[in-house]
């Protein structure tokens, strides 16, 4: 019984050494790439689009991750004629939905797309805004106030 005990003892003793000399290994190489890498000013970490989220969470399992969506159900987001259009047009189709034939960038589309009225203005602008300033579009943000003009049924 002794001898398995001190057995133990030194596998624990030769891992801790192990795993120190490993730490002591990535603490060097840390130090030696900060020495050798030369100081340069790096640019501050783009801020994530506050519409990125309420994609992923709505319209990315139909219009994908990418925004090129699903051939001949759910029409791209990427360089859209749709996207880039009337913001008007993009804010009911958020409130209402849109059901049957569309043409996108030239290719028709049958796919139904239910109204997501329950976000909110500001998730719904977010979200449009993202959209038209992501996937090769480069259109004017949509602001909330938009948003709730239309859900209020003025124009």
Not at 81 to 90: I, K, N, P, S, T
Request: aromatic share 6%.
């Amino acid at each position: 019984m002794k001898k398995l005990t001190y057995f133990s003892y030194a596998l624990l003793l030769g891992l801790t050494i192990a795993c120190g000399s490993k730490e002591e290994t990535n603490d060097q190489k840390a130090q030696e790439v900060a020495t050798t890498t030369p100081k340069t000013e790096t640019a501050a970490k783009p801020a994530i689009h506050p519409g990125k989220g309420v994609y992923s969470r709505v319209c990315m399992v139909c219009h994908q991750k990418d925004g090129t969506g699903i051939p001949n159900m759910y029409p791209p987001l990427e360089k859209s004629d749709w996207v880039a259009g009337d913001e008007e047009r993009l804010i009911n189709i958020m409130l209402n939905g849109l059901d049957g034939e569309i043409t996108v960038n030239g290719v028709k589309y049958e796919g139904n797309m239910p109204p997501v009225s329950y976000l909110s203005d500001a998730e719904i602008a977010n979200v449009l805004s993202y959209v038209r300033q992501s996937f090769g579009n480069d259109a004017p943000a949509v602001t909330e106030e938009a948003v709730a003009k239309v859900r209020a049924g003025g124009n």
